[in-house]
């Protein structure tokens, strides 16, 4: 928090009868949602809080502030004590350390005190330090049998500055290893862009475009809300159940965004997501062995933060949900396929992938060559290609597998050169595409699919 005044007020009213979101859920599950609001320093985490607790929600939150760090042993939590009561600041005791390492039990017993101590505690909201990677606090909250029944992992919320989340994001290209910004957005159910309001309004439009593009390079599944002082609709960052593997209607409204939204842009060793989306039934027991490879033997240097998706299993009439955070994974039957639907499974990994860089070029110019935004030059000795800004997508097996521009050649030097009559169709392979495949072909005898394996070779046969 930056000074007294941003602390969430002692005092706040709620009206029971005023909803002005309602969660179909709510009836139906004990456990208590956590939601975990990370973001870089200064960028609007308290902010968020404070509207959250001021909200017309009709909800008892508990909010726990989480100062960690070496040499701080308790967290400060308050709790807002629902209509007519006052927010009440309790100090929630963890033995010394940092939460990312050596506390991780001590913050589930506290939490779960927390909820006993506290009856019909609705939400709990976790704000971390500016300097926290969320990974940890995801894994020990997601699946800890001491929690299952007591608190949930409801979302992780990221908040970043409009302002200067670039400056953040391009420090870190061609680094060997990033920021927590990054991995706070990588890990993000939800990235809160804030601060739109520090950004130049004669380009805001194009440069918040640009931010939310940023944004979905690195994580395409998170959900981007633009706001100023963090005002935003409630019902888009409480009960969320992004963790949730039974709430299949908004996993698969992502995975089917997700298609449109892939990542165009291959930086070098960066954070990024990638797809795929395939018809084909597949065997459990062998996709189970696949991702553990991926996951847990980190194979050809994949080091996978998240990753969500649906199957369409062999023999089972169910629709399987795939959730993971690092290393724990779970796959569970959600429903029924319904007569109507198209049976895919469709995977996104979201995460670093070093080996899957594909072997691209340019006509005249390799791709190292770049300007300075990361751009492939096409200069040559006479003159330069320049792209007349359409991007056509390329689509095959309902997934974007290329994009398309058209160049023309203009003499001279740029940006005063002359245009000439040559024009040339540059196509370009996704990458996010592409390493999908790298994935696929390390796996093809595991997968048991031979149309789909079949469709790598002629694939590799044209491009390879
Ligand atoms: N102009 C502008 N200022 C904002 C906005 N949101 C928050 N602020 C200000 O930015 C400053 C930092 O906000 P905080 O909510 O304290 O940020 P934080 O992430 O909790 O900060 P740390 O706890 O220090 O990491 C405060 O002075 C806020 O009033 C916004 O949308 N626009």
Same mark, same amino acid.
């Given at each position: 928090?930056?000074?007294?005044?941003?602390?969430?007020?002692?005092?706040?009213?709620?009206?029971?009868?005023?909803?002005?979101?309602?969660?179909?859920?709510?009836?139906?599950?004990?456990?208590?949602?956590?939601?975990?609001?990370?973001?870089?320093? #200064?960028?609007?985490?308290?902010?968020?809080?404070?509207?959250?607790?001021?909200?017309?929600?009709?909800?008892?939150?508990?909010?726990?502030?989480?100062?960690?760090?070496?040499?701080?042993?308790?967290?400060?939590?308050?709790?807002?004590? #629902?209509?007519? #009561?006052?927010?009440?600041?309790?100090?929630?005791?963890?033995?010394?350390?940092?939460?990312?390492?050596?506390?991780?039990?001590?913050?589930?017993?506290?939490?779960?005190?927390?909820?006993?101590?506290?009856?019909?505690?609705?939400?709990?909201?976790?704000?971390?330090?500016?300097?926290?990677?969320?990974?940890?606090?995801?894994?020990?909250?997601?699946?800890?049998?001491?929690?299952?029944?007591?608190?949930?992992?409801?979302?992780?919320?990221?908040?970043?500055?409009?302002?200067?989340?670039?400056?953040?994001?391009?420090?870190?290209?061609?680094?060997?290893?990033?920021?927590?910004?990054?991995?706070?957005?990588?890990?993000?159910?939800?990235?809160?862009?804030?601060?739109?309001?520090?950004?130049?309004?004669?380009?805001?439009?194009?440069?918040?475009?640009?931010?939310?593009?940023?944004?979905?390079?690195?994580?395409?599944?998170?959900?981007?809300?633009?706001?100023?002082?963090?005002?935003?609709?409630?019902?888009?960052?409480?009960?969320?159940?992004?963790?949730?593997?039974?709430?299949?209607?908004?996993?698969?409204?992502?995975?089917?965004?997700?298609?449109?939204?892939?990542?165009?842009?291959?930086?070098?060793?960066?954070?990024?997501?990638?797809?795929?989306?395939?018809?084909?039934?597949?065997?459990?027991?062998?996709?189970?062995?696949?991702?553990?490879?991926?996951?847990?033997?980190?194979?050809?240097?994949?080091?996978?933060?998240?990753?969500?998706?649906?199957?369409?299993?062999?023999?089972?009439?169910?629709?399987?949900?795939?959730?993971?955070?690092?290393?724990?994974?779970?796959?569970?039957?959600?429903?029924?396929?319904?007569?109507?639907?198209?049976?895919?499974?469709?995977?996104?990994?979201?995460?670093?992938?070093?080996?899957?860089?594909?072997?691209?070029?340019?006509?005249?110019?390799?791709?190292?060559?770049?300007?300075?935004?990361?751009?492939?030059?096409?200069?040559?000795?006479?003159?330069?290609?320049?792209?007349?800004?359409?991007?056509?997508?390329?689509?095959?097996?309902?997934?974007?597998?290329?994009?398309?521009?058209?160049?023309?050649?203009?003499?001279?030097?740029?940006?005063?050169?002359?245009?000439?009559?040559?024009?040339?169709?540059?196509?370009?392979?996704?990458?996010?595409?592409?390493?999908?495949?790298?994935?696929?072909?390390?796996?093809?005898?595991?997968?048991?699919?031979?149309?789909?394996?079949?469709?790598?070779?002629?694939?590799?046969?044209?491009?390879?």
């Amino acid at each position: 928090m930056e000074d007294d005044e941003e602390d969430p007020p002692l005092a706040v009213r709620i009206d029971e009868t005023t909803h002005e979101f309602s969660n179909s859920h709510e009836n139906d599950d004990v456990s208590v949602g956590v939601t975990v609001i990370t973001g870089f320093l #200064g960028a609007g985490k308290s902010t968020l809080v404070n509207y959250i607790l001021n909200g017309k929600h009709g909800k008892r939150i508990a909010v726990i502030l989480n100062e960690f760090g070496e040499e701080i042993g308790v967290e400060r939590a308050m709790i807002n004590e #629902g209509e007519g #009561g006052a927010l009440v600041e309790e100090w929630v005791e963890l033995a010394n350390g940092c939460i990312c390492c050596t506390v991780k039990h001590s913050l589930v017993q506290a939490l779960e005190q927390l909820v006993q101590r506290k009856e019909r505690l609705d939400h709990i909201l976790l704000e971390t330090t500016g300097l926290a990677n969320p990974a940890p606090l995801a894994s020990v909250l997601w699946l800890d049998d001491q929690l299952e029944s007591a608190v949930r992992l409801d979302s992780i919320i990221t908040v970043v500055d409009a302002k200067n989340l670039l400056f953040q994001i391009d420090k870190y290209r061609h680094l060997s290893s990033y920021p927590e910004a990054i991995h706070q957005i990588a890990f993000a159910d939800v990235v809160i862009l804030n601060k739109v309001d520090l950004v130049s309004p004669e380009r805001s439009g194009d440069s918040l475009d640009e931010l939310e593009k940023e944004i979905h390079e690195i994580n395409s599944l998170a959900h981007v809300i633009r706001s100023v002082r963090c005002q935003v609709d409630l019902s888009e960052v409480l009960n969320c159940r992004a963790y949730d593997a039974t709430h299949v209607t908004r996993l698969e409204g992502l995975l089917e965004e997700h298609q449109y939204k892939s990542s165009q842009n291959l930086h070098d060793n960066n954070v990024r997501t990638l797809s795929i989306c395939e018809p084909l039934a597949v065997n459990l027991d062998k996709v189970r062995l696949w991702l553990e490879e991926i996951l847990w033997d980190k194979k050809d240097g994949m080091d996978v933060y998240r990753c969500k998706g649906v199957l369409s299993v062999k023999h089972s009439d169910q629709l399987h949900t795939l959730q993971a955070v690092r290393e724990i994974y779970e796959i569970v039957p959600a429903r029924k396929w319904r007569t109507e639907e198209k049976q895919m499974n469709k995977i996104v990994f979201i995460g670093e992938f070093k080996n899957c860089k594909p072997d691209e070029g340019y006509f005249f110019t390799q791709l190292e060559n770049r300007d300075g935004k990361g751009q492939p030059k096409r200069t040559t000795k006479s003159g330069y290609w320049k792209d007349t800004g359409k991007v056509e997508q390329i689509i095959w097996n309902n997934s974007i597998v290329g994009f398309k521009k058209i160049l023309v050649f203009y003499e001279g030097k740029p940006p005063t050169g002359t245009r000439s009559r040559w024009v040339m169709h540059e196509f370009r392979v996704n990458p996010s595409y592409l390493s999908a495949f790298a994935l696929d072909i390390t796996t093809q005898t595991e997968m048991e699919n031979n149309d789909f394996c079949a469709e790598i070779k002629n694939w590799k046969k044209i491009h390879g």
